[in-house]
């Protein structure tokens, strides 16, 4: 990823995004059997996706970041949505913050194997927000990429990939090539991120919960997901 310095896009609110990537969960999965449900949807993400209380930040609920209820963050729309169009759902929601700040490290990703193991047919990634940038030299990070998706899609029939809510080119473009090279749905996000009225802004006292995608920003991550199974 050398040479292209001066063609890096970075949205400003990636770099003022100070909340921590470590314990964003204690219990990393949170998961729904449910016996009539024929299909199975796995969610992978971190804060946006699902981030447990954490009082230090003013975040004092258990569900995507910072939608004002649950049924409001994006992954609870989702599959509200796909109720309707499919019936019953059993459903996996991974917080893998864990994997983005230590992609290079071989073991990293067995902590998430109870995530496969829940044998998703449709399986959506929705992350990259947590990646230190300063490592893709020494760990090339489309080679990491590779095989993190391959590891939860062996038996999907569906997979979705997104882009950044707050864009950093390189990883954007990363996340781009995994889902071509595959034959994966894209979706595109990240022009979201820089607008305000997407965002958390003056509902919180920490701001950088409040650069996370509020009620309207999360509604949008949604629709252009659910835009894949029309």
Known sequence: MTGRVSSLKINASLLKNTVAAENQTRETFK???NSNAEKRVLF???????????ASIGWNVNWGMAASAEEKDYVHIVLKELKKKYGEI????????????????EDVIRKFSE???????????????????NSFEEYPLIEYLRKFVTYFTQRAQK?????????????????????RENGYEFVVISDLGYQNENKAVGL??????????????????AERILEKFS
């Open 44 to 54: 992978l993400g971190n804060s946006i996706t699902l981030h447990e209380k954490k």
């Open 204 to 221: 919180f006292e920490c701001a950088a919960v409040a650069e996370h995608p509020g009620d309207l920003g999360m509604k949008r991550i």
């Open 90 to 105: 059993s459903y996996c929601i991974a917080n893998i913050s864990k994997w983005e700040r230590l992609y290079w490290e």
């Open 31 to 33: 998961i729904f059997e």
């Open 159 to 179: 997979v979705i990939i997104t882009d950044m809510f707050w864009e950093y080119s390189d990883i954007c473009d990363s996340l781009k090539r995994v889902a």
């Open 115 to 133: 995530a496969k193991d829940f044998n998703a047919d449709t399986v959506i990634f929705r992350f990259g927000e947590n990646i230190p940038r």
